[in-house]
């Protein structure tokens, strides 16, 4: 499509993202999530064509990353980068932080001149979003009292709930593979967990999965061991969105039932439910022997299941033998990034470069999450932006 | 004040900062201070009008941090951006940095497109400082021998001996607060120390406090509990300036004496003098038993102290029972932040928001001394970024 | 000479670099050379002037630094800043990196907006280039496959054959201490080995130095006590440059009869092939027991050849008593930053400044090769940048 044709289909939108955090994808209505897909689309496309899509001469977007990161460092920077801001990183090792109290003041003390902070946080279960809200509530406060001229918006990089910007680039690449959202509707989606040799990964992406792939009609199922629990929550609110959206949701606990006649999998290793809990409170306690033998006890378990590996064969059982296959990456590759894992590796080969153009779409939600929070009529200011033939690439 | 007047005003000063390094505020004069306290104003003014006072299309600003920091790094940062130049942090941990002679290499190596260096070096008592001095000769004779085609300028960002980024901002809080910098003359400000439970904080902000605030006519008392004592020479600098500019500096150790009837009080832990200089001694030979028989003792003894808190109690003492209460932050609040502190939870509360705004300026005095480094006339350049209708948020 | 004449000198070159990667001086033709030369040049006098070269309104450079640096660090920031990118480090620590098959992913993860990748792998003989080109190869797939709209070039920061932004930065210091790359002919240039209490350090200085310097029709004597060897295919490419080109090559093991009557010494420290070979091997069985034994008997052997110093005396042996004396820096100087080193205090401190220049070029060199890779005609868009006006300091 063209790019001023998107921006007419943006319009027609009615998201209310302007000056809002984003913090989860279910307290976004449908609008704000489309209008995030279109922003992200039209981004895309005119950096693609040499459009500098530049709205900041000067500013920063702070990141905050509690945990490791390529792929969202990268975008987070990415973005920042195409609509002006320079990335500062809050590096907490560098920095004066200490615990309780002192968020409220870090959070202004990091903001005088900041447009927005993207944090990463998704080692504590009941934490990470807690903290963001906390900066956010904090961010309100220097707003109000004029300490901060203007109030930075808040990006959820990631928590113990959802990871909205992983799960609508996973969107925007459904989107883009099967043509359209309407035509969403209907297909099934499998989101499944996964063995792998490590132990703790978040619950955020299936969580996030579910919640808001449910809401397009899609037949989401969630296949997992028995114990492997994700936050009760958000698994009765897929349901919910499901019945809502004309989709189902439902639970099983075979890979290979699961996958059946699937028109989409995406086999991922996550850590139970109950083991976070624990881990959150040894962490808590700073128990490192409890910690440890935590470790031992969940990756005993996890061998249990080494069979939930998604196979070539297991890829003959899904509709017309190949369901598209998806991940947040890295992938867990049997013989290749370990021992055994998620994913065979000619499985994950023939679907390899569709997870690269999958991950390709995060910049530019950010991006785009970061424009809706910004303007209130983002299809104005993109067609300005279309108007006024500024080159991202200037001698071309 | 409108911008236009305050430009106008900026006018009438004479300042001598042009092309010379920011290292102590008491090398400078009154007209050097004010100028930057003005262009601060008009640089903060500018952005809150959506004016951008970029003046680079490129240029490095390097930061040399040699200690912990979160507000000066992110005021540094943001004031560096705001100007159009970008951040390059020098980790000497990841670099290739020895001892010795290698400073005035150093200092060019990392100065050949760079147009202001930062330096964070507080830890020593007679290092600081001098390694700062040391980088600026070198990078003079870079600038004479033509390997550098510019003179980046450096500014102090904390040594053992001031805080200039950090006494300016004060100074620029107290002008808001009081009005003017002439409704200052006769104010009593106490520069008090406090108990904390930690040791070895730097000397550099009460330093920074007497020497500055005894320019403007205020009454300003030090108090601390006998041998706590700041660097001789700075002490002896203070009551001089008090004497020229018509205030009175006096030195005290009772804080129940000392708040009475003051108009500011800045609590602040503080090492003693004598600590600060073994524990430089026992650093430079490595001596870490030695370094953990110091604070020991020096804990134990700031232990006899913890009395010197600032309490409700003790507000009540202050004028109007509410003196302005003044923080660098992060403060030690009791029962908060840690158990006993340097101030009791609820008196901070009520001045809280106020210390924010306090820390607000900081961006901006440190853009503002960039500035006064890199036009001869800023006042004239103010006006022209004035006129040229550059926005900083482009699409707004 | 005059940025328009130095535009029309590079119009006449026929350089191939576009859209090329630069990973060793030896896969360039002498055309792409004198171009990168040229445009560093132009690129240099051009900022001395206050002209802006920025071609990129956004866009990432990134760096992937797997060994120290500062020197390097800040001239690829440099370079990228003054083309209008920003800097994002890929600091494998703070990353989701693992090893094996995901060079591949991550290079497409970290490059979906990114311009230029420059990287530093020197560590290990017979890994750092392959790494190199095995991102080359995984970027090409991507841009194949369109997960990347735009394939970033890479740049060899140092790897464990050539170092050539170093290389080609001695080489412009060249041209300019002696006039041209004509008068260079006939010049007699020793690479020497030098007296080092560290062990371990890079082959790629000299190794990059013997294989650019042959091919200008200098006669390079490479000098090193026996033992000290080079990877043989380089030494050998030396001497068929050095055929071609009208010059000499070759190898000897004194240094006093190595220095005598020469143009340009270069000595400085490396560890012999064989002790690399086994090191790197160690590393990769994690024996530490292994490599603490290796260094020990390591510096035992350098330890032998402590003589290696280029002293006064040397220098007298050499033409008119003043080779130039060239170093990468930091270079060990005896009595300043080590005990006994590569060289007297008093003979760095004559040369001392011209080292300093001579690392000034590589910030120009970076962005040469940035520029090259990125314009098929880059005589023609300096030839607009020179006419557009833009000013690097915008109110100057």
């Known amino acids: 499509m063209k790019i001023l044709d998107r921006i007419k289909t943006l319009e027609q939108l009615k998201p209310a993202l302007y000056q809002k955090d984003f913090f989860l994808t279910w307290e976004k209505s449908d609008d704000d999530l489309k209008a995030i897909l279109e922003v992200a689309g ?5 950096r693609e064509a040499n459009i500098s ?11 905050i990353f ?17 609509l002006g801001l320079a990335v500062q990183d809050m590096d907490e090792e560098k920095s ?3 615990h309780g109290e002192t ?3 870090t959070a202004n003390m990091i903001s005088f001149l900041t447009d927005f902070i993207g944090i990463r946080d998704d080692m504590f279960l009941g934490e990470g979003n807690k903290y963001m809200r906390k900066v956010g509530s904090a961010l309100d406060e220097g707003s109000k009292e004029k300490v901060l001229s203007s109030r930075p918006g808040i990006i959820n990089l990631q928590c113990d709930m959802d990871h909205p910007t992983q799960s609508l680039a996973d969107l925007a690449h459904l989107k ?3 043509g359209s959202l309407e035509a969403l509707k209907g297909k099934k989606m499998v989101m499944s967990w996964a063995y792998s040799p490590s132990y703790g990964k978040p619950l955020s992406v299936p969580q996030g999965i579910i919640a808001l792939m449910t809401r ?12 492997y629990d994700l936050i009760p929550e958000i698994v009765k609110l897929a349901g919910t969105n499901a019945t809502r959206s004309g989709g189902s949701f439902i639970i099983s606990h075979s890979m290979d039932e699961a996958v059946k006649d699937a028109d ?6 996550w850590a139970p439910f109950h083991i976070m809990q624990k881990r959150t409170e040894l962490l808590k306690n700073k128990d490192s022997r409890g910690l440890n033998e935590l470790e031992q006890q969940a990756l005993l378990n996890n061998a249990k299941f080494k069979d939930w590996e998604y196979t070539a064969e297991r890829m003959q059982l899904t509709k017309n033998q190949d369901a598209l296959y998806m991940h947040c990456l890295p992938a867990d590759i049997s013989g290749v990034s370990c021992k055994e894992g998620e994913v065979e590796a000619d499985v994950f080969e023939k679907y390899r470069i569709q997870t690269y153009h999958e991950a390709g779409y995060k910049p530019y939600i950010i991006a785009a999450m970061m424009f809706a929070n910004k303007y209130e009529n983002p299809a104005a200011v993109l067609q300005n932006i279309f108007k006024r033939k500024l080159k991202r690439e200037l001698c071309q």
């Not at 039209?42 to 005119?46: A, R």
């Not at 899509?53 to 990141?63: E, F, M, T, W």
């Not at 990161?69 to 973005?79: D, N, V």
């Open 66 to 82: 509690r945990d490791k990161s390529t792929r969202t460092r990268f975008s987070f920077a990415s973005a920042a980068n195409l």
């Open 264 to 269: 989409i999998v995406y086999p991922k290793s």
């Open 176 to 178: 883009n593979q099967f």
């Open 216 to 227: 397009f009609g899609m037949n989401v199922e969630l296949a997992y061991p028995e114990g």
């Open 96 to 98: 004066q932080i200490s």
């Open 53 to 63: 899509p530049r709205v900041y001469d000067s500013g920063l977007a702070v990141s």
């Open 42 to 46: 039209i981004l895309k496309q005119m």
């Open 103 to 105: 968020v409220r003041e």
